[in-house]
């Protein structure tokens, strides 16, 4: 069974530091995709990122960057230079075609709130 | 702005009652989804579509059901509603049917059981 974990529920940052959400996944299978999205307090979910299990490249897009390390099962999260902006919920999801028979059923985290203070 | 439309933003029913909920994807988008949110449950993916059919199924209860018509607009009907039914429902689409295509959603639809 897929299952992806995001242990930090909460987490409070000041204005301008950096903050890393953290992302392990579970699968059997070698072929995945791995995503974040983005929920700000208005609800609605917002895609950030997808990663394929084949690219393990560390992809940067602007303050954004992630962590996609195969060996440990994570896909973490780096904000840098945070803004009050940033505060939301954040959720890492994982799809793994093979197990729904070349479906695109995501599993979702438990999300991490992020709040970023003044 | 995801360019997927759900309708309504807001459903307050009573129990035992059903409800339909609508979602038009984006232009282009051949596959849509549908997800389950609540406190407890967290996120939890229903059913999916692709261009009409079934493509995969999650835990979705037999009092609901969904469908994709012929202009790819889908929706999730939920019958004899219980009070544990009340959630967030989400509606995504994407060009695709597979995980190489990211999936975009659209606002939700609150619904509340009395």
């Known amino acids: 069974a897929q299952k992806v974990t995001q242990a930090q529920t909460e987490i409070s940052v000041v204005e301008k530091e950096d903050v890393t959400l953290d992302c392990v996944y579970e699968?059997?299978?070698?072929?995945?995709?791995l995503f974040w999205y983005k929920q700000p307090p208005s609800g609605e979910l917002v895609f950030l990122i997808r990663?394929?299990?084949?690219?393990?490249q560390n992809e940067i897009s602007g303050r954004y960057s992630w962590n996609f390390q195969k060996s440990t099962s994570s896909f973490n999260f780096t904000i840098t230079a945070s803004q009050v902006v940033d505060s939301a919920v954040y959720f890492c999801?994982?799809?793994?075609?093979?197990?729904?028979?070349?479906?695109?059923?995501?599993?979702f985290g438990t999300g991490t709130q992020l709040k970023v203070e003044l | 702005d995801s360019g997927v439309t759900q309708t309504p933003k807001h459903l307050i029913t009573a129990t035992g009652q059903r409800v339909t909920l609508r979602c038009s994807p984006r232009s282009g988008d051949l596959s849509v989804y549908w997800y389950q949110q609540s406190l407890d449950q967290g996120l939890q993916f229903l059913i999916q579509?692709?261009?009409?059919?079934?493509?995969a199924k999650g835990n979705i209860l037999e009092r609901f059901s969904a469908q994709q018509f012929p202009d790819l607009h889908s929706e999730l009907n939920l019958s004899s509603l219980e009070l544990g039914d009340s959630a967030l429902y989400f509606c995504?689409?994407?060009?695709?049917?597979?995980?190489?295509?990211?999936?975009?959603f659209g606002p939700g639809t609150r619904l509340t059981v009395l």
């Open positions: 995504a689409s994407s060009v695709g049917g597979t995980g190489r295509n990211e999936q975009f």
């Open positions: 999801a994982l799809s793994d075609p093979i197990l729904t028979g070349g479906g695109n059923k995501l599993t």
């Open positions: 699968t059997r299978d070698t072929t995945y995709y």
């Open positions: 579509y692709y261009n009409g059919e079934e493509r």
């Open positions: 990663r394929n299990s084949f690219d393990e």
